[in-house]
């Protein structure tokens, strides 16, 4: 089931979300997306441009409302098959009993039937004034199978004003376009569907990823050249382009460029000037206006370099100083970083040295990182080592806050650091030739530390901060309604005859990974027990089970050292706390205390890791569907040593949740419940069960549960 609405969002019109594949969403999805966005449907900031540079491409034009009463008038578009745009709309609201009226007869008159206004209502319709909205056709009807439109009078059975459907109209839909043109580098695809204004499909696209500078590029003319630019790739990446392989990916033009403002697509190598495939956009493409939202950027620094479709660099140097202004597109509770490489010869985060920029609720910050090891910051052998901010690490904080703002889901932050600073900790930006630089997008976690980045980049980025003539390649941020991923299957363990489990590490996935099923940030790692990740344990009071745990033992690494410990608060890194914060967790297993009262772990065992396997690009973490899938992908490496083991016996004392974690870093663990009876467990499974099935066996019970959940979006997850 869809539900046809148009949005209007910040001013960019919306289209018909079942349009296209690429934005199908279900019913109740739909109307939740409806009631959202229709209250935004009269704001007004700038469109994208039209295919003539006359304004913003509205779709196809059907013409203005032929006048006769009322002051009725304003002109008309169809936005899709269903739907109908109304721009500068007008009428005095002294009609008796008027409404917007549609048919199939020759001319407007009794014989037709009630449009919905742009609230999806069917009231009397009050006055308008030069407004923009949407009428979306009811019952799924279509603009081929009426005549006209029209603002008509039921009751004197008058017609204030009406506009025709010329009979051969084709109203706006997806095209189907060609193939590559294959030149080299394997190149091919099954074709290109031109879903709307700004975004292009890719079916079973091919490419051998052998090129170093290769990248989707665009540009006007007969046949691609170099005077074109870059368009991110499916996951929003202005990286070189991966290996391909009969994959079908959706491409959305960068900033306010459409396809109107274009003649072509291709793969093109940069390096070289070479076109590898290519394939031509032909004119006047009859598409659906974008759904997508445009936020036109603001800098005030003379360079600006678009490192994501979300996040741009811009630049100043100024005598010993240079100046930096960072971009993004991010939530809240995100953060921003940029910096120079840990390496001169590519862009490498291991001795990168960034600033970490992110705004809560009252100021922004600018915090000085040095990145020794891709974990949390953490002590070894008495240093702090991991990704740890500069005065912690025995260095300075060199970069001066100026600007912070948010605006339209955007930050923008501004700070100043000198170029050679006196910290030895601080990389020199050279001014003779380009700095390899890193950069990231990730979640803050509880302390505003960032975890795990989300973002970032695969590909070599050099940047010359100290060119002759200012340099700007970055463009408006565009903000596409996705729906979110859902999180892989959530899995417990309940059996009653498990008394041994097996704890060892993995990759925690992204989105839809330790994130999607805990909701809490993630560093990168989690605890697989029993082949799961992080599965809800369920152990009985009064009995005893063994944790064989392999989670790293050697302290001198700051990533994979992970006694398991078992406590009260769900978190983890008890090590990593404050005295005062350590006092107000319960320590249930995994530590004893010194004479001197400090911790110290007891289950760390040797490591077994499930890994990824050579050149596996973890950013693709959420194409599997399943954990399952994704788990097999994994190379499984483990230590011939013997496990640690964690023994533990439940008792009444317990809280009837506990966690198990690392000692040493936060969210990497999940929940243990601790339960009275495995009798009391199985029987409210069976009671639910059976619930069910008198349900099912109840008719009328059933349709009422039925319509309980369609008008109330109510989700039943059964694990």
Known sequence: MTFPFIFWLNGSLKKDIYVSNHYHVSGSMAALLAISFLCFSLLSVPYVTGENDEGPYRGKYLGKINSYHHQVSGDVYAVNEYTFLLVGFNYDGNGADTFFWAGASNRPGPQGFIVPDEFGKTNILDRYHNKDFTLTLPDRKKMTEIKWLAVYDLNNQNNFGDIYIPEDFEPPHTQIGGTFSSRSNNISSAGIDVLDSKTIRLKEFTYSGRAKQTFFWIGVGSQPSSRGSKVPDERGYLDTIRTYNKETIIL?????????????????????????????????????????????????????????????????????????????????????????????????????????????????????????ALSPCVQVLGRNKGVCRDIIVGGLDSFQLNTYSRKDGINTISCRRIIKSSDDGDKEILMDRGNYVVWAIGQLDSNNEPTFHTFYPKSDIVINFNTTEPVNDCFSFTKPINTPLPAWERSRITDATVRTFNAFLGPSGNLRGYRGITGHVSNGLAWYINGYMIPELFLKRGLSYTFNVRGGNNPHSPEYYHPMVITDEPKGGYDRLTDAKQREIRVLAGVEFTRRGRPKPTAAGPLCLSRYPPNYDRRLDDDFPTFKKFNRSLINICSDEPPALLEITPNITWPDTVYYNSFTHGYMGWKIHIIDSYTSLRSSGQSIASSFNVLLSAPILSLILWRVIINFNFKILIY
């Open 252 to 372: 959305e033009l960068p900033g306010d460029k459409t396809i109107f403002d274009i003649d072509w697509i291709s793969v093109y190598d940069l390096d070289n000037n070479v076109n590898y495939g290519h394939v031509l956009i032909p004119d006047n493409l009859n598409v659906p206006p974008s759904l997508v939202q445009i936020t036109p950027y603001d800098f005030s620094l003379p360079n600006c370099r678009q490192l994501h479709k979300d996040l741009q660099i811009s630049w100043e140097v100024f005598g010993p100083q240079i100046t930096f202004q960072l971009s993004g597109q991010v939530s809240q509770t995100e953060y921003m970083s940029f910096g120079l490489s840990g390496s001169d010869s590519s862009s490498q985060m291991i001795g990168a040295d960034v600033v970490v920029a992110y705004i809560d609720d009252i100021r922004g910050y600018t915090v000085d990182y040095n990145i020794t």
